[in-house]
């Protein structure tokens, strides 16, 4: 399975911007990059995905590099609401790897008052 | 409202007992998981089921097993714990081939502890 690299923590300002990176240099046409979060006792939740092009949900921004190796999640204003764990995964088509999803360490993200 | 619903939420058992952790969705997902987490390994998946009656094995599926014969249900199923299972386990749900979105919804976990 295609492989993702994070930061282990990063940390940031209230209201400021947050970028965090991901690599994924192993990845296949076919995978899309998924990513999650994970607040303090409870499971992970979705947070946004994409396959080439850029995008944008109510929660976040996703920059997809044009070689598709690398990505940014993209919190426009951090709010203390904010800091989880954030896990960048790839996921496959059905037909592919789809089912089988592995999700690392993720990057701890704390928000700072 | 929709939602992942996991039982029991904690539980301390011991050594050998068997246990059923259940996991049931209202979202009429094709596609279930179960994952472990554990400090320093992320999560890691268990077992999958893409649709009923078809399951397949995860990244760790020893000592565990799961049945399928609902399609809302998935439950974990431990025969004979060991101390080594402690752990938070999530269940997780997917809308199936056929789209591309592939948003997984998580319950809210269940802590396990074997002595």
């Known amino acids: 399975d295609a492989k993702t690299t994070q930061p282990n923590s990063m940390e940031s300002n209230e209201e400021e911007p947050v970028h965090l990176p991901c690599n994924h240099s192993t990845i296949s046409g076919t995978d899309y990059i998924h990513w999650y979060r994970q607040l303090p006792s409870q499971g992970p939740e979705y947070v946004i995905h994409?396959?080439?092009s850029n995008v944008n949900n109510r929660m976040a921004s996703l920059a997809i590099a044009e070689d598709r190796k690398s990505s940014t999640l993209i919190l426009h204003r951090a709010t203390l609401r904010d800091a989880a764990v954030y896990y960048c995964?790839?996921?496959?088509?059905?037909?592919?790897?789809?089912?089988?999803?592995?999700f690392g360490e993720g990057t701890q993200l704390t928000v700072n008052p | 409202e929709a939602q992942v619903t996991q039982n029991p939420r904690y539980l301390i058992t011991v050594t050998g007992k068997k246990l059923t952790v259940t996991c049931s969705q209202n979202?009429?997902?094709?596609?279930m998981s179960w994952y472990r987490q554990d400090p320093g390994l992320g999560l890691r998946q268990i077992y999958y089921?893409?649709?009923?009656?078809?399951?397949d094995k995860g990244d760790v599926p020893e000592g565990y097993k799961v049945s399928r014969k609902e399609k809302r249900n998935f439950p974990l199923i431990l025969e004979s714990p060991s101390p080594n299972q402690t752990s938070l386990y999530f269940c997780a749900s997917s809308p199936s081939r056929g789209t591309n979105t592939g948003e997984l919804f998580f319950g809210e976990g269940s802590r396990l502890t074997v002595l």
């Open positions: 994409g396959l080439t």
């Open positions: 089921s893409m649709n009923v009656e078809v399951t």
């Open positions: 979202m009429n997902h094709e596609y």
């Open positions: 995964i790839l996921r496959g088509t059905w037909e592919t790897s789809g089912s089988r999803l592995t």
